[in-house]
């Protein structure tokens, strides 16, 4: 608890400075309040958001979208990677396919999925579940076929069956790469869903951001960067602390600072 305490103390510290020069600079009239508001400022805006009642609408889409578009990449992501990184065969039969769709730019997809699924959540969910599922899948690959093969070797002196030695052996031994691959893939999620939210979205903290710029309201846009940051920061928070206990069998640097 204290450790804890203590990173999040220490973590503060240069976000408190760079906010209090901020604040100092546009109070002084060093930044322009119409492009650049002072922090007051955009916090007053959240907290009127949240008293008109349209803030926590605003997070909970954002946040339902981020997490079905998660949970869905992850699932895939699951599945094909592990066969591929299990399989010298799939690994040639499928991965070039798949290394050839990362390639393509997420924007590229946009007008695809609204032809196919039209402006609804199906088609956000499903860019969403795209940026995640890449870097979820590599890390996976890479985490089976970097198992040593030593600890192969004991498992078939053991007599493990094919099955014991993916579950005592191949998943311990590629969990760090899999829960790395689930922190890539959820910062890409929030980075997605504000492409999502660009395709005809009426909620969301990205479809903040469209009509901040369309009123030119840039303390509304500073506000919904602001939340997604902060949101960002507490989910991958969960993440992290999920990661930690999960790796506290390993005997590794982080568990001894």
Do not use: C
Not at 69 to 92: D, M, N
Not at 205 to 213: A, D, R, S, T
Not at 238 to 244: A, Q, S, V, W
């Amino acid at each position: 608890m204290y450790k804890s305490n203590e990173r999040w103390i220490i973590g503060s510290i240069i976000p408190f400075i760079l906010l209090t020069v901020w604040e100092v600079f546009a109070r002084l009239g060093v930044i322009e309040a119409h492009l650049l508001p002072a922090p007051t400022m955009i916090i007053r805006e959240i907290i009127e958001m949240g008293s008109a009642g349209t803030l926590f609408g605003h997070v909970g889409t954002t946040l339902y979208r981020v997490a079905l578009g998660f949970l869905l990449g992850t699932i895939t992501a699951v599945i094909l990677g592990s066969l591929v990184g299990y399989s010298r065969f799939l690994e040639k039969l499928m991965d070039p396919l798949i290394q050839a769709f990362r390639a393509i730019p997420s924007l590229a997809w946009v007008p695809l999925f609204i032809l196919w699924m039209g402006i609804g959540e199906s088609s956000k969910v499903t860019l969403i579940a795209v940026g995640v599922f890449f870097p979820v899948y590599l890390n996976i690959v890479s985490g089976i076929q970097g198992v040593d093969r030593k600890l192969i070797e004991v498992g078939k002196i053991y007599g493990f069956s094919s099955t014991e030695t993916l579950r005592k052996i191949i998943l311990p031994a590629s969990l760090p790469s899999f829960l790395v691959g689930l922190r890539s893939g959820l910062g890409l999620g929030w980075m997605f869903v504000v492409a999502a939210e660009i395709m005809g979205a009426s909620q969301g903290l990205g479809y903040l951001l469209i009509v901040g710029q369309n009123t030119y309201s840039p303390e509304l846009i500073i506000a919904s960067i602001f939340l997604f940051a902060v949101i960002g920061k507490v989910t991958d928070s969960l993440l992290k602390y999920i990661e930690e206990r999960s790796l506290r069998w390993q005997d590794r640097l982080a568990n001894h600072r």
